[in-house]
């Protein structure tokens, strides 16, 4: 499977951005498909998934009600809405596609492929 991020940019804070999550090469609703992201100088964190079939949804705390996974299975697409968003949102944003347990969602080591990340800068 082959996925393809685009939609980062630069926004002021307080403003909106969708990220895209093309797969390709396989059926994104068959994996839980993650949005991870990674800050300057700091570890790669889950920021959110989608189950299987798009059966349930899953927020870090830092961006639960601010942001939103969605899929569009008809288009093999999965999309990461982000809005209210804040400086420490700055980072460069990966998606991923994990054959893992619903409960592991988080767990970076279990997503088996991912796409190449784009860069979301959030002004203050």
């Known amino acids: 499977v082959q996925l393809q991020a685009c939609g980062g940019g630069l926004v002021q804070a307080g403003g909106s951005l969708r990220l895209s999550c093309v797969a390709s090469g396989g059926t994104a609703r068959r994996y839980t498909m993650g949005w991870f992201r990674q800050a300057p100088g700091k570890e790669r964190e889950f920021v959110a998934a989608?189950?299987?079939?798009?059966?349930?949804?899953a927020y870090a705390d830092s961006v639960n009600g601010r942001f939103t996974i969605s899929s569009d299975y008809g288009k093999n697409t999965v999309y990461l809405q982000m809005n209210s968003l804040k400086p420490e949102d700055t980072a460069v944003y990966y998606c991923?596609?994990?054959?893992?347990?619903?409960?592991?969602?988080?767990?970076?080591?279990?997503?088996?492929?991912w796409g190449q990340g784009t860069l979301v800068t959030v002004s203050s």
């Open positions: 991923a596609a994990s054959n893992g347990v619903w409960s592991a969602r988080d767990q970076e080591s279990l997503y088996l492929y």
């Open positions: 989608i189950g299987r079939y798009g059966g349930s949804t």
